[in-house]
């Protein structure tokens, strides 16, 4: 769980597995499940779905909730933090999403799929930082720094076009009583509130619920949210440096009692440094490191195999010849290649950035290519677009064909573009 590359190859083996799975004996059992319904109810209400819309609408909205924490530690104090840092991956990312949407929107134009024109937009973070780290010391950490900055961006974006364009129609009342528990939540970070049961029973038992049934898609709550966790210290690092130390003299100054048990007062000393450790920490920061285990090995493998079983019969080549398919391939291959590549080198040919540290052309075309892999966001995207399952299909054999051919290329790319192990 501690490697870099281990959620990728989790969601990996979920794909794999969901798509046997879904060519087996028992596909039918296998799409049954995803359609059990679950109900809960609070009095005479009841929020009766399908496991499938439960994982999809409940389970994602934590995986969009710690996109919102990363993104919110990015603006703080991360590759977002200033103009200078920010403006060449905003840059590529805004090319990685425009070029994309426009490809698609050309191949599908005047046709009922055109309204899967975000699909290739996205890049799956978890699936490309799997891959940049397969390639090993050959890349530069600058690199995987640009493509951390590019692909958070790039689920900025995401959010933004899954609340603008791919929300239902809108009850304003449930939709205000949502904002209105926002507020709640901001005036409580304000006020110094750092209490993260607060925080779960009002953003998750209120914020989410409300826009749960105010037809903007509920993980949009999982990223508001997520922007309202304080992210100060109740004490700064020199206070911090000065306490636990002077917490060691105090222990190193007992004395100790003959074999392994430590005295009292030295166990009162390390629970005191552990309360001094902890009011050191943000509440952002320790909420993120809480959840990425959840996220990284839960959530996205289950929303996978839950989401990622087409079915491929001996028809497949003249199925995938369709414009849903060849629209989100050219996209998400084509489409993230140049725009990412193109923004990044006007940014740098008019002087407005520079290449980061040790990387050259070869490294931002690799991680133009490896940004192509949009699987998490764009079956998620895909979901909300179409109604028709001949559709939803189609866009899974473009997804994955397209993050195939762009994950591979750019791991090649990547992998030629560095003459030696970088150390």
């Known amino acids: 769980m501690h490697y870099e590359n281990s959620g990728g190859i989790l969601l990996f083996l979920s794909v794999i597995a969901a ?14 499940i995803w359609e059990t319904n679950f109900s809960l109810r ?4 009841e929020l009766s779905y399908s496991l499938h819309y439960w994982i999809n609408d409940g389970l994602m909205a934590m995986f969009f909730f710690t996109v919102g924490l990363e993104l919110k530690r990015e603006l703080l104090a991360g590759e977002l933090s200033s103009f200078r840092k920010a403006i060449l991956p905003f840059g590529a990312a805004v090319g990685g999403m425009v070029v994309p949407a426009l490809l698609y929107v050309a191949v599908n134009a005047g046709e009922p799929s055109l309204r899967g024109w975000g699909i290739p937009m996205a890049t ?8 940049i780290t397969l390639a090993g010391k050959r890349v530069p950490l600058s690199a995987k720094v640009f493509l951390v900055a590019l692909a958070t961006v790039d689920d900025l974006g995401a959010v933004l076009v899954i609340a603008l364009f ?3 129609e809108l009850s304003m009342a449930n939709l205000g009583i949502g904002f209105v528990l926002i507020s709640v939540l901001v005036i409580a970070n304000w006020m110094g509130v750092r209490n993260m049961l607060f925080y779960a029973i009002i953003g998750i038992g209120g914020v989410w619920l409300a826009f ?9 709550a999982g990223v508001l949210v997520a922007f309202t966790i304080p992210s100060r210290t109740k ?6 440096g000065m306490e636990v130390n002077a917490l060691m003299d105090r222990f190193e ?16 000393l390390i629970e005191e440094i552990h309360t001094t450790s902890r009011n050191a920490q943000t509440p952002l920061q320790k909420l993120e490191g809480a959840l990425h285990p959840w996220v990284a090995f839960l959530v996205i493998p289950l929303f996978a195999l839950s989401n990622a079983g087409v079915e491929v019969g001996g028809d497949f080549l003249e199925q995938i010849v369709n414009p849903i398919t060849i629209g989100i391939v050219l996209g998400l291959v084509v489409g993230k290649l140049v725009g990412v590549t193109f923004f990044t080198w006007l940014l740098v040919k008019l002087g407005i950035a520079g290449l980061p540290e040790r990387v050259n052309w070869m490294h931002i075309i690799g991680v133009s290519l490896i940004a192509g ?11 909300l677009a179409f109604t028709e399952a001949y559709m939803i299909d189609q866009a899974k054999y473009g997804i994955l064909i397209a993050s195939l051919i762009a994950g591979v290329t750019g791991f090649i790319v990547l992998k030629r573009g560095s003459k030696k192990k970088i150390e």
């Open 166 to 168: 791919y929300s239902s």
């Open 235 to 240: 004490i700064d690092s020199n206070e911090y």
């Open 124 to 131: 799956d973070i978890v699936f490309a930082l799997s891959i």
């Open 212 to 220: 749960l049934l105010s037809g903007v898609h509920a993980t949009i």
């Open 19 to 32: 798509l046997v799975l879904a060519n087996s004996p028992w596909r039918d059992t296998f799409h049954n």
């Open 253 to 268: 100054a007992e004395n100790p009692y003959k074999g392994p048990i430590i005295t009292a007062k030295q166990h009162q």
């Open 373 to 383: 892999v949009g699987f998490t966001m764009s079956l998620f995207i895909t979901n």
């Open 42 to 45: 609070f009095g005479d209400q």
